[in-house]
């Protein structure tokens, strides 16, 4: 045996015995580490060098068929990798999780000496068979190591030197390792330094391109440090849904918001947060970046380090559904494939109404006309509103609602168009912008306009005819670049023949009228309870919660007196009491369920001292009923006499439309 193995030997066997104890420092100590484990842990013998184990092709597909397309993507990359390395006399192996080298690329005229060194298809380099590696001691320390040469743990492989990096799949599961190794190289460790870089930086494209192919049909975030680069080689890049919600992470934001988010979150614990949560990117510049606007003066920076990161967003690259998610069994809801749309195709499904009002406002929006929304309390015209700014070509500006009825008519005035210092006694000392000034070149939404007092009106007036506001107690007036989004319940025609409404304020603000239906007219109901629902049971964490079909036949069966808004907090109070199972009558407020249950059961004459299904709604009704009336309407008897909880008793009470005599 030549001496440089025997010398090799000798070393491996001192150091991993524990019998020559060396302070080393990384990445040495860690050779130092596998060795010894190599010998205690898997048994394996340095003076027994091993040749490479190269697994036969049926198991090799076996191992391959596991990560099909995983494999795609990253044969685009090795490929690329190559012709940069090739030359240099270096070829490239992929191998899964388990050590097995599932793809290579290498010089076909060098064949037979690469695959009896292993560095070949389906050669096993997991430690605890080819002992100290590249690829065996990367899947072990989770990092890009090169292990070079002598610090090899087998004899046979101290000629060869291995770069290896891991690569994580979307979810953080370690997919496999990518190693670039040369049959020799020169002694010195640093003549591999570069090889390091390039690997780490191959390594994480393939992750990248493989998290793009994962999260295609999502909006996707992406931070870079370098502002010219972000769009090509933003490090960071988060999934999110149509709603700014994290459904993905690749492996640089993963990293990123662990550090960030200290405090228990774990990488998971991203998923599901809305973006705005996570940086300080508000929703208004996110779609606009998402739309192609350019925002070069947007940078996020991170808490703890203080770095500042700069934007872009990618849009889907299919525009045909986002994750579907299963509901549970036996409810009919949870969440659909959903097209992923812009702010104001989000409002509506297929109701005529909606859809021509959403045809309309996007012919309107950016046409310099003054809109005026109006519709009924509740029927989602501040919604409506902030999906027109969010269109607009203004959605990277401020949008400022203000509710003219809710303002005390003595604040309104200073809110609007704010003071210079010193103006009140009380006030900031500083002085105040007004909502007018703050909406700048955005979009200031003035809600219920018709409660505007006469003589703020006329002062409006002038702040839009002028495109300047005098704040109190300053003698020169500021310009603003102001768009107006108005919005009311009331008839302001009506309001003008009374003289409360200026007529000349309703032609200004009124360009073009938006008419939004109220709920019981619209024919998209399902939509909204859908789109409803995921937004409530996400804001208490509910997800895997659904409906089923018979509270949604109620539901759809309702007249909505109160609108979107008493829809929605009929959902938030039924999902709160469902707890996570799906939600069915019983947990609809009593109103639902017995405008809709009043054809169906007979109430019975107060004398019979009780309503209920004496008709026989069905036989669990009838049993119930005469359970309660035996017990003198004890809930607690009747629950234990039918073998039910209190509660259980209560829901079928409410199903079956059955009343205490104390309650009629
Ligand atoms: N298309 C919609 N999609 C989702 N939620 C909606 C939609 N329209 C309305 N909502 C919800 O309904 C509620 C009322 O909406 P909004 O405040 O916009 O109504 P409004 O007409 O401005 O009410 P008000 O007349 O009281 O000012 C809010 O919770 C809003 O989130």
């Given at each position: 045996m030549p001496d440089a193995l025997t010398r090799h030997i000798d070393t491996v066997i001192a150091v991993g015995s524990g019998a020559l104890a060396v302070r080393a420092p990384e990445p040495e100590s860690l050779f130092h580490k596998s060795w010894a484990r190599c010998m205690t842990q898997h048994g394996l013998d340095p003076t027994r060098p091993t040749p490479a184990r190269i697994l036969p092709s049926a198991a090799v597909r076996e191992h391959r068929q596991r990560m099909e397309g995983f494999l795609r993507v990253a044969r685009s990359g090795m490929e690329d990798m190559y012709r940069r390395v090739a030359d240099l006399g270096y070829m490239l192996l992929l191998t899964d999780a388990d050590g097995i080298a599932v793809d290579y690329i290498g010089n076909p005229a060098m064949e037979p000496q690469l695959k009896r060194a292993g560095l070949y298809i389906g050669a096993d380099w997991n430690e605890a068979h080819a002992g100290t590696?590249?690829?065996?001691?990367?899947?072990?320390?989770?990092?890009?190591?090169?292990?070079?040469?002598?610090?090899?743990?087998?004899?046979?492989?101290?000629?060869?030197?291995?770069?290896?990096?891991?690569?994580?799949?979307?979810?953080?599961?370690?997919?496999?390792?990518?190693?670039?190794?040369?049959?020799?190289s020169p002694d010195a460790r640093d003549s591999q330094h570069l090889v390091w870089h390039l690997t780490t930086m191959y390594a994480q494209m393939i992750e990248d391109a493989n998290f793009l192919r994962s999260f295609g049909h999502c909006w996707i975030l992406r931070l870079g440090r370098t502002r010219g680069m972000v769009e090509v080689s933003g490090e960071l890049m988060l999934a999110f849904d149509e709603d700014g919600i994290v459904v993905g992470a690749n492996t640089g934001a993963r990293r990123q918001f662990w550090q960030t988010l200290q405090g228990g979150r774990d990488a998971a614990g991203l998923i599901g947060t809305p973006l705005t949560e996570l940086l300080d990117i508000s929703p208004n510049v996110l779609w606009g970046l998402a739309r192609g606007h350019s925002a070069p003066e947007v940078a996020t920076r991170f808490p703890h380090h203080g770095h500042r990161f700069f934007p872009s967003v990618i849009a889907p690259r299919t525009r045909a559904g986002s994750v579907l998610r299963?509901?549970?069994?036996?409810?009919?809801?949870?969440?659909?494939?959903?097209?992923?749309?812009?702010?104001?195709?989000?409002?509506?499904?297929?109701?005529?109404?909606?859809?021509?009002?959403?045809?309309?406002?996007?012919?309107?929006?950016?046409?310099?006309?003054?809109?005026?929304i109006q519709g009924e309390t509740g029927a989602g015209k501040e919604v409506l509103a902030k999906a027109l700014h969010e269109h607009s070509r203004r959605a990277s500006k401020p949008f400022v609602a203000v509710n003219c009825a809710?303002?005390?008519?003595?604040?309104?005035?200073?809110?609007?168009?704010?003071?210079?210092?010193?103006?009140?006694?009380?006030?900031?000392?500083?002085?105040?912008?007004?909502?007018?000034?703050?909406?700048?070149?955005?979009?200031?939404?003035?809600?219920?306009i018709g409660d505007m007092p006469l003589h703020l009106q006329t002062r409006l007036l002038r702040v839009l005819s002028e495109s300047e506001v005098l704040p109190l107690g300053a003698d020169k007036p500021v310009p603003v670049t102001l768009n107006v989004i108005a919005a009311t319940h009331r008839d302001l025609r009506e309001a003008i023949e009374r003289g409360a409404f200026r007529e000349d304020l309703y032609y200004r603000?009124?360009?073009?009228?938006?008419?939004?239906?109220?709920?019981?007219?619209?024919?998209d109901l399902g939509y909204l309870v859908?789109?409803?629902?995921?937004?409530?049971?996400?804001?208490?964490?509910?997800?895997?919660?659904?409906?089923?079909?018979?509270?949604l036949a109620l539901l759809q069966a309702h007249r909505w007196p109160g609108n979107v808004r008493e829809l929605r907090n009929v959902l938030r109070y039924a999902l709160a009491l469902s707890g996570g199972q799906p939600v069915t009558p019983a947990e609809l407020p009593a109103e639902i369920v017995h405008a809709a249950a009043a054809p169906r059961a007979v109430t019975v004459a107060p004398a019979a001292a009780a309503t209920g299904p004496e008709t026989a709604c069905d036989d669990q009704g009838q049993r119930l009923l005469q359970a309660l009336r035996r017990?003198?309407?004890?809930?607690?008897?009747?629950?234990?006499?039918?073998?039910?909880?209190?509660?259980?008793?209560?829901?079928?009470?409410?199903?079956?439309?059955?009343?205490?005599?104390?309650?009629?």
């Open positions: 590696c590249g690829v065996g001691t990367c899947l072990i320390e989770r990092t890009t190591i090169t292990c070079h040469r002598e610090e090899h743990f087998d004899a046979t492989h101290i000629s060869l030197t291995c770069t290896s990096s891991p690569l994580y799949a979307p979810d953080g599961e370690l997919l496999g390792v990518l190693d670039v190794s040369a049959l020799k299963m509901p549970p069994p036996h409810s009919v809801m949870v969440e659909e494939a959903r097209p992923v749309l812009g702010a104001l195709d989000r409002l509506a499904e297929d109701d005529p109404l909606m859809q021509q009002l959403i045809h309309q406002a996007k012919r309107l929006v950016d046409s310099g006309v003054a809109l005026l809710s303002i005390p008519e003595s604040l309104i005035e200073s809110e609007l168009f704010g003071y210079t210092p010193g103006t009140f006694t009380g006030g900031r000392s500083k002085g105040m912008k007004g909502l007018i000034a703050q909406s700048d070149g955005g979009t200031l939404f003035l809600d219920e603000l009124c360009g073009a009228a938006l008419r939004l239906p109220p709920l019981r007219e619209r024919r859908r789109t409803l629902f995921q937004e409530e049971a996400r804001r208490l964490d509910l997800q895997a919660a659904g409906l089923t079909s018979e509270a017990h003198k309407w004890s809930i607690t008897a009747a629950a234990q006499e039918l073998g039910l909880c209190r509660a259980t008793v209560y829901r079928q009470m409410k199903r079956y439309g059955i009343t205490p005599p104390n309650q009629l």
